[in-house]
């Protein structure tokens, strides 16, 4: 730290501007930390609303006294040699409730500890023995995109043998794949990246798809991981053998050859959303021109200038496509089911200024504490407001009070941004609670919707023919070209893989078509040395980054995986009553959540209603349960 202290003092004039672009909220988190005055405090927290920026009204004249007062404290600092010394968990808790406007209960502090690199322990890297002493342990990665990534990071780390089969021809994912108009993340991507390797690089707080990409594709480079990786490789198959306690994997390659390797286990990292959804409708085959999923998207071979567009689907990717295709279409006709909620964040339009990066790369504890910020506002601050009340007397509405308050906010936005006309008003806010489905930013989505040539069609699609879409009420909507935005097979998790465990039942005989479950949604039984990553009930609907999920089902899988090469045990397999007691527990959270409120109907629920996609949990309850793997929740084989 003493390097970067005397690095910031040597440019006094660089360092006042560049605190002039970073968010004070945080910049007096730093200050107290590095000077220990806890009654800047009490000075600034009255004028601290929320963990956003925008939620901040500090005075300028304090807003100056504590950039006047950090410059002085790095000054001292560089010049006296010695770091400063660490605050005590009281000071640290209520540091954390007032950079976020609330009070932040005392069992985060642990996660804080960690994530800010203040305790011993890092997330993902959990204690192993070393690896030039411990027997070789081979292990198969399926997917290179964020979770295989962090895998193989990890493995490489720990010194295990391991290879990475991805279908592409590079790495990313997700975000290889989705290159459709205006593709990005709609979480903040200061907390959008892996705790081990932050980005002081962004150019916006909502990165799109070409800077998302390159963060993997750095991260890839970085640690050399390319020569683990078999591009263009698809697994087709793995199937355990219960004699060697090994999986046989087979891969199919570009060319359609087919060949097969044992690993003594096997992490899946593939997610839930990589095989897309393409609705059956009567008449797709008959269409001339051009229909294909948004995921599927190639500007080059499908130009939107100049004709008239169906998209089909109102989710995040079609929240995300419309504004930046609206000034180039001739018509856009988009067919809705029903309408999302659609939250105002100005961040979304906003670029990261040069002095905010150069803040983030060179101030102690400043980029850990704005992730602290956005892990709260976008997270585990949010979980209250998906709670049934049992007792709320407005039920069709909201759930309980802060999530009625939520509601007349988004509420009020949508009315600024439609106006005066009643019908567009009426299609455009939903009939659910807030939180039903994924709550989502505007994108200028309002906007879009009131341009002349742009038409929100809630009708039911009844057919398609060679040049229009038709809907229920007979309406004929001419289009040149139709876009699928309707989202992934995640139901089928794991398909099209034909994934065979012992007694040679397949995981499609356990599931079926739309019931996965797994222990912690990292394993399940009749799986031995098989993990599963972003799996069921993980995902995040609430909010929150999926890559902050990935970290604990990572070390989790790590510590299982060193278990196997450190001890002498050949297969761990989740017991079955383990398995079950905590899905039983996973539905009894969600029976008293927003995916279970009566009328909901989204992807996260399967036909017969069960909530098989979203995790019930905080952040902070996944973290704990995945910190450290109890072998006595498997059956241990020697």
Known sequence: MQEELRYLASDEARLRASLAQADVATLLMVLVQLSGEETWLDQLAPFIKGPWDYSVSVPPPLAAQVHDRLVEVIRALAAGGDDPPQPSRRLLQRMMSVCVGEPVADEYVPLALEEMGLSAERMTSPAVASPSAAPKLKVAVIGAGMSGLCTAIKLQEAGFEFAVFEKNDAVGGSWYENQYPGCGVDTPNHFYTYSFEPSHHWTEFYSKRPELHAYFEHCADKYGLRRHIRFNSEVVEARYNEDAATWTVTVRDAAGAVSAQEFAAVVCAVGQLNRPQIPEIRGMESFRGPLFHSAHWNGSEHPVAGRRVALVGTGASAIQIVPSIVDEVAHLSIFQRSPPWVVHNPNYHRRVGEGMRWVLQHLPYYGKWYRFQLFWGFADGLHPALQIDPDWEHPQRSLNAVNDRHRRAIVKHIEREIGDDAALLAKVIPDYPPYGKRILIDTHWYKALKRPHVDLVTDGIDHIEADAVVTTDGQRHPVDMIVMATGFQAGRLLWPMNIVGRGGRSIREQWGDDDPRAYLGITAPGFPNFFILYGPNTNLGHGGSAIFH?????????????????????????????????????????????????????WYRNRKGRVFANSPWRLVDYWRMTRAPDLDDFVARS
């Open 550 to 602: 990935a970290e604990c089902q990572v070390r989790y899988t790590m510590q299982c995986l060193s278990a196997l090469r450190e001890r002498d045990i050949k297969s761990l397999e989740c017991r079955q009553d383990v398995h079950d007691a905590y899905n039983d527990r996973v539905d009894e959270a969600h029976s008293r959540m927003i995916w279970s409120h009566p009328g909901m109907n989204t």
